[in-house]
């Protein structure tokens, strides 16, 4: 017997979504633009919602492209994803940007896998969270990390800032 991982969409759950949706695509309009980031940048930054990459760097939809993970930290995804936002989605400068009050930055791996236990009862040891306590060394590490990666298009530029959520100013690293 085949196992399916089907099911119906849970329209219920998602009814402010879709009805939030419905009204934003009588006003939309397409950009006209395609998938290549005009400006030539990418932002690698949080999840956390009160950062508002593109507003904060005064660009708007098609000028940049946006990666998010939990802490802004440069996975192994984020390097298969820049290298190819390098060679074929024009980006050619690169800004590392975690944000201040990150959860994050707040905690080691462990007090974050032991916090999740206790709270859901889930073992998640198994995988990690790449948690800090020196934000600021993590950013260095990222940074050397994207330069140092032997797979991006020559010439790219790459810097590290942090994000402040309650100014909105982006404070440049001597990284």
Not at 6 to 33: C, H, K, Q, Y
Not at 138 to 161: C, M, N, Y
């Amino acid at each position: 017997m085949a196992i399916s991982f089907e099911a119906p969409f849970p329209a219920e759950a998602f009814a402010d979504v879709l009805a939030a949706n419905r009204d934003f695509t009588e006003r939309f309009t397409s950009s006209g633009r395609t998938g290549r980031a005009a400006k030539g940048l990418a932002i690698v930054t949080c999840i956390d919602s009160r950062v508002l990459p593109l507003e904060a760097v005064g660009m708007s939809i098609g000028d940049a492209k946006i990666l998010r993970n939990a802490g802004a930290r440069v996975t192994q995804d984020v390097l298969r994803t820049l290298a190819l936002a390098t060679y074929l989605l024009n980006v050619d400068r690169i800004l590392i940007m975690p944000h201040t009050d990150c959860r994050m930055a707040k905690g080691s791996e462990e007090a974050v896998h032991q916090e999740i236990f206790d709270r859901f009862g889930v073992n998640t040891w198994s995988m990690q969270f790449d948690t800090t306590t020196d934000q600021l060394g993590a950013l260095r590490t990222d940074v050397a990390r994207v330069r140092s990666f032997p797979f991006l298009r020559k010439g790219v530029e790459v810097a590290g800032a942090i994000y402040n959520v309650e100014s909105g100013q982006i404070v440049p690293q001597d990284i």
